[in-house]
């Protein structure tokens, strides 16, 4: 029995193929424009052979770096990537030149014929060589060499206290890049308009942000850049941060007057765009003979790729979690992030957390183990309650906690009946069962205001018109956006038309990322909602000639007079005010941490965060002994997000971030080696099939966040981070393989069976 | 045959004549001339599905055909399965079933389940899955997208829900 | 992405096409996406030409023609009858879309070390029907495929059909391809075996190929001779699994190691114990 939900406001024009993204706008007459990219991770740019190419018929344009105005630097937080390279390539996507032309053939055709001279030069590929003596520099000149940033953040004296544990584990835990594979390459459009405003629109999470890095990578002023933000076709963080922006803005810099359109392939996308970062983390966690937690160490080393994206703040938020949802009185957390040759590391659902969570869990089943402890119940017995302080010293907040969603996995059937399952294992086949916990906070953290205006209108027929200002990746945020102020304002979803992110007319917002989008843009539509609620009481009652307009109530398309019966119809009101008296906007920024524990003081943005949504997942694997092929067969989630707004919204969420988590655990594998990605399509970086997961079953708690609109926190991570450390439990469960990397491959499980029959 | 010829084909129920140089892909025909954007290009290598449209009923990767294979066939794309204020009952079952995230692979996917249930009117959910493993999806889990074509298959045999 | 198209409506007017050059284009799975890396060329349809799909059958043959499509093909009824041992590898290759325009011929003519219909047509013993100008020819597909994307074809021939000698019914087919997801995978190992068992269950006649593990399809004939006489049992099965090992020669690719393709090739029989 499935449930259903009134459809979400997008779902039929995306089902009908009547939703317009990004990438189906082609204006008529629009011109062209594409990249050439170095292919090397690392040299020095001798000459870029342009002629040839600039001869095809229907080359408009071809830029290098001597054509970009302003700083040439793009970046969220660092500006340190270039536009256009002009000296130096730091790794395979580093655009080298950029072409404007009439026709895809005719771009396609100049981009094979422009050829650059670029001398090999000596790269570094994993951040411990990066931070060695000797490592070549990614900048050279740079203060601090290839050493990005580092942190710790700790609570009393953790090497003191591990030599005082009765049982101490260590190990060392590797996660490797991730594509975000969204189906809807990264694409936009750019004119420059004769009254000098830049009209762009792009697939993006950040609209509003975006207008900033333009400006500084171009020397344009922000204020002159319009950015609009339809419907993506998928984000995950991987539009988070310029992607086509400046380059688009460039094109239509040199090339004014006309549309000018990109769109990435997905061969490069794969060479160019951001990824998930690579992670070493180094463990040691000490624990009593009950299994107690005391104290833990841990050393996080993120490769960043060469330019800095949001590298430190995936890092603080990743040491931020390494404790995982438990209490630890003892803690020393540091990190390093490196810059390297490989591909750029940017945001991607999870943002560090994954890494931290993978490293956290898979040593405390190296506990278990040693405690001959069911895995459910150390954690269990370990599980951060509100009230209590987490790994970095900041207090847990009321609410539903992680070991309700503990007990909740463990009370289902599929923990209970494990063994009765793994009984009944066809031939050539082992099945195991893992159950591990994780939490995900929401939010920017201290440093950075996570805010977000919306605004709100009364239309001339009275129905209303929803500014959204933060882009829909996918996560239904704006339709979660209708339901929220349906609900404030009583009227049917029907009545709200919603406009899409575009900063020449929405109030403006931080990104479409971080778990925080609906929470913040929510509160502040809430916030909207409740002026207007309250401005067509005020309003109506002149008309009702009512002195209380408190009683007053609104109904379906009318405020009404319950002591009289009369009613003003909305379409009245929207009839009668004038245009800025039917505009309603309001603000919110998310709460941050009072009394931040003093630790993790390298962080000026992300840290500490206040709200956490936590959960617990539970996996069933097979495991072919003649093949050591893997198979997810039984996925369970539970998690605390708050109230629960739509259940089906819900679900979504922890599905398709259960499946990125499943597809990170046993395929997805982009074999950089040097700096080059092997695995550079769709036919070798494998993201899962409809035939490779199960029925993955959620089960979202009662709970209720205060400070949230109607009492929803931000679910949008919390799911990705189960099935790669539940998937590596049940390996061990299923053939003693005690995996510390992921993907985890069907040869090392064939290995471990042998290594068992030995 | 080169330069621009002639082809003619039906598209969604009516007769359509295009010139056209028949070595254009059929997906950038649909998209391009024809302003059919519901087939989207997210990989062209024939990997992911999201192109896919029913040629004479069977489901095929418009990425990989050339225009000049669209003579003389029968075409259905997504916009032609159905409309907002009409949609044919997989589009309905996919928005009413949460099986919509960000859409980008909804319209190929309501393509290759319209040709699973002409041939299987009562597909289990191993079936479905099976039918629906070349189109990818990296938004759902798949979890709900089954769960639609499950539901639309019994609103299709008249069962109520 | 291609130079010019042309449409051939018979195969006399296929032969001066590809007599200037152009290539012959059967589904446009294998050849299109070809296209995109090695640049534009001139193509010629291959699905206006009557008389090269559909499965028949002629005196002790099956005959498929060399454009039915796999998904025609898999749920073909003499086909599921005959040749269980094919269906059963259609039913995995690509993806149902990838079935729906990919043909048996284009499988065969692409000749990836990896092609799922080729074990099963290995160890059905098939013959290639291939034609040109000066007619019709056939040759056992072993001699036809030469090596990784090579084949005894000139650019003027091409496949018009596959025949395969009437298999006796009753026998076990079996087929099993390993990739490192359940669709849309390539192979990195493959099994088919068709083994014929006496009222006793000991084997009468084995014929067992393995693909992906060296650059054509391996025939083992040493594993085939170790099974005669005996039951599928654990033992006799991992014996041959041993002899499996010994005649591939796989390569390391970023899909999987040489090694692993190695042990799994052998592994890949023990699936029949007890049968």
Redesign the interface.
Known sequence: M?T?????A????????????S??M?PPGCLFAGVKRAGIPSGLIKAVHMRSARAVPGVVAVLTRSDVPGSNRQGIVHKDQPVLCGRLVRHCGDPVALVVAKSRKALAEALSLVHADIEPTPGVFDPLSALGPDAPLVHPGREGGNLLSRGLMEKGDALSALKTCEAVVSGRFETPMQE??????PNGLARMTPSGVLDMTVSTQAPFRDRFEIAHALGLDARRIRVRAP??????GGKDGATVQCLLALAALRVPGRWIKMVW??GETFLAGYKRHAAMVDVCLGADANGVLRALTCFMHFDAGPYAHLSTEIMALGMEHAGGPYRIPYTRIEGVCAHTNNPVGGAFRGFGVLQANFAMERSMDFLAARLGRDPGELRRLNALRPGETNAVGVTVEQGTDVAACLDAAMAHPFWTMRETWKKQAP??VRRGVGITAMHNAMGYGRGLPDHAAAKLELTRQGTFRIYNSVPD????NASAFVTLAATALSQPPEAFALIQPDTAICPPAGSSSASRTTYTFGNALLGACRAMADKLKARASLVLLCDEPDRLELVHGAVSDPATGGSVPLAALGGFLSRDDRMCVDQFIMPVVQNPPDTGREFRFGFPHRFYSSGACLCGIEAD?????V?LRVCLITTACGRVLSR??V??QL??A???GLGLA??EDL?VENGYI??K????Y????????P??VCLALDDDEPSGPMGLKGVGEVGIHGPGPAVAQALEDAVGLVATRLPI???EV?TALEGEKA | MSGRTEISFRLNGRQVRLQTDPTRRAIDVL??DLG??????????G??G?CAVLVDGRAKLSCLMLAAQLDGRELL???G????ES??P???A?????A????????GM?ITASELLARDPSPD?DA???A????????????????AV??AAAAMRGEK? | MTGRVFRPASLAELWPLLADGARPMAGGTDLLVAARRHGPCDVALLEGIPGLGGVDIENGHVRLGAMATHADLVRHPLVRRYLPVLAKALAVLG?PLVRNMGTIGGNIVTASPAGDTLPPLYALNAQVEFSSREGARLAPIWELILGPGRTALTPEQIVTAVRIPFPSEGLLHHFEK?G???????SV?SLAAIIALDDDGRVVQARIAVGSVAPTVVRCHEAQACLLGRRLDREALAEAGDHIRRVVTPIDD????A??RR??AG??L??L??R
């Open positions: 499935t259903t939900s009134p459809p979400r997008d779902a039929l024009a995306k089902a009908t193929g009547r939703e317009h993204y990438a189906d082609t975000h594979a969204f189906l809807e390459p419907y993506l076709g998928g984000g995950f392939s997905r031939p050539f990746m996918g996560q239904g002994e003649l093949t050591g092929r198979r089906v919204g679900e979504q599905q398709g259960a499946a990125q046993l395929f074999a092997r695995a399509d769709l036919s070798t494998l993201i899962p099939t409809a035939l490779d997961l029925d993955i491959t069907p040869e064939l | 998209r391009e059919l954007t519901a087939a989207k290009e997210a990989c062209g290598t990997e992911c999201a794309t997504a916009e399965l159905g409309t907002p949609p044919h997989l589009q309905e996919f928005a009413v079933h949460g919509v995230q960000c859409g980008y692979c909804t319209p309501t959910r479905v899955r099976e629906m493993s070349g189109n990818l999806c990296r938004c759902t889990g798949y979890v709900k997208i089954v769960d499950m539901a829900p | 993806s390993v490192r997801r359940d669709a849309l995978a390539i190992a970023v899909r999987a190691t090694a692993y042990k799994v592994n890949l023990l699936r114990t007890g």
